[in-house]
């Protein structure tokens, strides 16, 4: 574990904020929150990411999808205030991710906790790391005790010699998934650059300027994917811009500065607020797919001014492609899909284009206008979608449609597996695959067909050990 910036150690026995946190009263947490200050912050939350049916997350602490995208980007410093068994775990993203870096952290106790010296702390924590040789912004997150108690990050100086200061709250009683938590903070990133390109002019990106309008992608998506992206928008005379979260400071100033954005991942609520705010058009759906593919081109030409014929060259030749694509590598099968990335939509949809029998879609996120056509699409194909899909849904599904292969969180593919059926993450064995244009349907067929052909050889297994057992 990272070693703590100066500060009083960690909590004692006796503290009282014992049961704040993603597993506790979330009402009782929240109307507690409200209280020490926190009402503004918890409200804002609650319009950006609804709630489903659980009142705390049934994945990843949410906190852990913010410090990845401070994390993954670069001259950018953390720091992290919360219980120190929570810190403990999050810093496992670190070295989970490979990101070679500290994460700071700002221990308290009762009395820091409760006087207000936990603000001092952090305050002082943040002036003891800005160094503008070594960053471009320092990030400090509040996790659930802190945010309970209070804890007004919004007082943080904005910059320090020069050294941006973003302060975010990231309770796990606030924000469901840790995916919505990645908004959390490239929001705020985007709302500080958006002020500070209203300020004045900014130091843009060496290679920034193409001379074509840009396209910011909104949302992690496989490295590949922008480079095919951009070759789809060379017809219409675009290029695609940064994707969001970002990898470094000045990409948000280039994502600001762009003809439209494609809101491949449809819940960063906060960070579509910004683009509105700097007088950007937003599209969702993603080039997934003949289908989505041709609606997605036609979306972002009307968005750019993109003449007709023009539109219909790219949509022309890029039909072409995908359909030679998906006749080469064709899935058989029924499937149930499930996770909690927010591309689970858009994942059915190839997955329905490649000739697969998709009967269920469950995402954790919410649903927004960014979705509704990747939802309509699906559901008059009759597939059943969920958002906000609690486990319990995504089991209901696997039973009910008694698939060749389900798709889906670890529980659901150890569900699954135990029963004699294949089963694939969707995280790490899906979503990190290419999924846009021609390359889309060879990526993900190679692998679901590989598991599926596997059902024969799991059942066989699972009859010797229940032979053995027996």
């Not at 929240?30 to 049934?58: N, S, V």
């Not at 004045?200 to 001379?211: N, Q």
């Not at 906060?270 to 705010?277: K, L």
Request: net charge negative; with cysteine; proline share 7%.
């Amino acid at each position: 574990m990272d070693a703590p910036l100066d500060a009083p150690q960690s909590t004692s026995a006796a503290d009282p904020a014992e049961g704040i946190g993603c597993h506790g009263d979330a009402a009782q947490v929240r109307a507690d929150a409200a209280e020490q200050g926190a009402g503004e912050i918890l409200d804002q939350f609650a319009k950006d990411y609804p709630t489903g049916p659980h009142d705390q997350p049934q994945s990843m602490c949410p906190a852990f999808g913010s410090l990845r995208v401070g994390l993954r980007m670069k001259r950018t410093a953390t720091i992290l205030s919360g219980s120190a068994c929570c810190v403990y775990g999050l810093t496992f993203t670190s070295h989970f991710y490979g990101a070679r870096r500290s994460v700071g952290y700002v221990p308290f106790n009762s009395e820091t906790l409760v006087t207000g010296k936990l603000f001092e702390d952090i305050r002082d924590a943040v002036h003891q790391m800005a160094d503008p040789d070594k960053y471009d912004a320092i990030v400090v997150t509040n996790l659930c005790v802190p945010t309970a108690s209070g804890v007004p990050l919004r007082l943080l100086p904005k910059q320090i010699n020069g050294v941006r200061i973003v302060g975010i709250d990231v309770p796990g009683f606030g924000v469901p998934t840790h995916a919505e938590a990645k908004d959390v903070l490239a929001g705020a990133m985007l709302a500080y650059a958006r002020k500070e390109i209203e300020a004045g002019p900014v130091m843009p990106l060496p290679d920034h300027d193409s001379g074509k309008p840009t396209v910011t992608l909104l949302g992690e998506v496989f490295p590949a994917d922008p480079i095919i992206i951009g070759q789809m928008l060379t017809p219409l005379g675009l290029a695609a811009g940064p994707s969001v979260p970002t990898r470094e400071w000045r990409e948000l100033y280039a994502a600001l500065d762009c003809a439209a954005v494609a809101a491949i991942h449809p819940f960063y609520t906060a960070s579509v607020r910004e683009f509105e705010a700097a007088g950007r058009d937003v599209v969702g759906s993603a080039p997934v797919g003949v289908e989505g593919t041709h609606s997605w081109l036609a979306a972002i030409g009307a968005a750019c001014g993109v003449p007709g014929e023009k539109i219909a060259v790219a949509q022309n030749a890029m039909g072409g492609a995908i359909r030679g694509a998906l006749a080469q590598v064709p899935i058989e099968g029924r499937i149930t899909l499930s996770g909690y990335e927010g591309s689970e939509l858009i994942v059915a949809r190839l997955l329905v284009e490649s000739g697969a029998d998709v009967r269920y879609v469950g995402t954790a996120c919410p649903k927004t206008r960014f979705s509704a056509d990747d939802a309509a699409w699906l559901e008059a194909k009759g597939v059943a979608v969920k958002f906000r899909a609690a486990l319990e849904d995504d089991l209901a599904a696997y039973e009910a449609f008694e698939p060749d292969l389900a798709i889906g969180t670890t529980p659901v593919v150890q569900h699954a597996k135990e029963r004699g059926t294949p089963a694939l993450y969707f995280t790490n064995l899906i979503s990190a695959r290419p999924l846009m244009g021609p390359a889309g349907p060879g990526g993900i067929a190679e692998v679901v067909n590989g598991a599926i052909r596997g059902k024969d050889r799991m059942q066989t297994m699972r009859a010797f050990f229940e032979e053995e057992a027996a």
